[in-house]
């Protein structure tokens, strides 16, 4: 079957605009993660999806940032007014129920530069 | 001081060694997982561990939660493990949240 899908897999924008990033999970995944991996930085959580709710947005640096779910199936990740410090390659992953307790599949990732 | 560190940053060795890789938390978890990240990008999950000892194929994985500490043993290694291997700790609280490793970048030579 068909693996966790995010798009577009690149993403060059200028500073101050926004952008939308989206994940199409494994389908029966209902955990939903998004994760940022910046140059030369360890992968850095920005928030969890159970279903449509979201019970963990700690990771999200600031209120640029923000996420939805619709469906229990797809998610966008949304950055306003970007800046240079956004660029970064941004990665999601889909699992079963159970959260940590369960394997994470994860996307290819969204390379975006803020140029 | 991270919350998760792992050693070696960066490690080479001749194909058919025997590799370890060391992962130690200072934070009470709930699970601990160790990630392979191909030079492409793409990121695969080895293994989940809570507690005890897993193995797959020539790779085991062990924790000793007392001791907050988990190894990643590759054995015969061979030059397609050339990877970065990354470990993640969930806290042992109401978060979902993960704590990364910066990651051990492994190259296996021919």
């Known amino acids: 079957g068909a693996g966790v899908s995010q798009s577009p897999s690149n993403k060059v924008t200028e500073k101050g605009k926004d952008v939308e990033l989206r994940c199409d999970p494994i389908?029966?995944?209902?955990?939903l993660y998004w994760y940022r991996q910046s140059l030369g930085q360890g992968l850095e959580f920005l928030i969890y999806?159970?279903?449509?709710?979201?019970?963990?947005k700690s990771g999200l640096p600031s209120d640029r940032f923000s996420a939805e779910r619709t469906g229990g199936s797809v998610s966008t990740l949304t950055i306003q007014r970007t800046q240079q410090e956004d660029s970064a390659v941004y990665l999601c992953?889909?699992?079963?129920?159970?959260?940590?307790?369960?394997?994470?599949?994860f996307g290819p990732g969204t390379r975006l530069t803020v140029l | 001081k991270n919350e998760v560190e792992q050693s070696p940053q960066n490690l080479t060795a001749q194909e058919g060694e025997f590799i370890t890789i060391n992962c130690s938390y200072s934070?009470?978890?709930?699970?601990l997982h160790w990630l392979q990240q191909h030079p492409g990008g793409g990121i695969v999950s080895l293994f989940m561990?809570?507690?005890g000892k897993k193995k797959h194929g020539r790779l085991i994985a062990t924790i000793n939660i007392q001791e907050k500490h988990s190894s990643l043993h590759i054995t015969a290694s061979h030059p397609r493990d050339s990877a970065v291997y990354i470990c993640?700790?969930?806290?042992?609280?109401?978060?979902?949240?993960?704590?990364f490793g910066t990651g051990t970048r492994l190259k296996v030579l021919a």
């Open positions: 561990l809570s507690s």
């Open positions: 934070v009470g978890i709930s699970a």
């Open positions: 992953a889909s699992s079963f129920p159970g959260g940590s307790y369960n394997e994470q599949f």
């Open positions: 993640a700790v969930r806290k042992y609280s109401g978060t979902y949240k993960y704590i």
């Open positions: 999806f159970q279903g449509n709710s979201a019970p963990d």
């Open positions: 389908s029966g995944h209902t955990a």
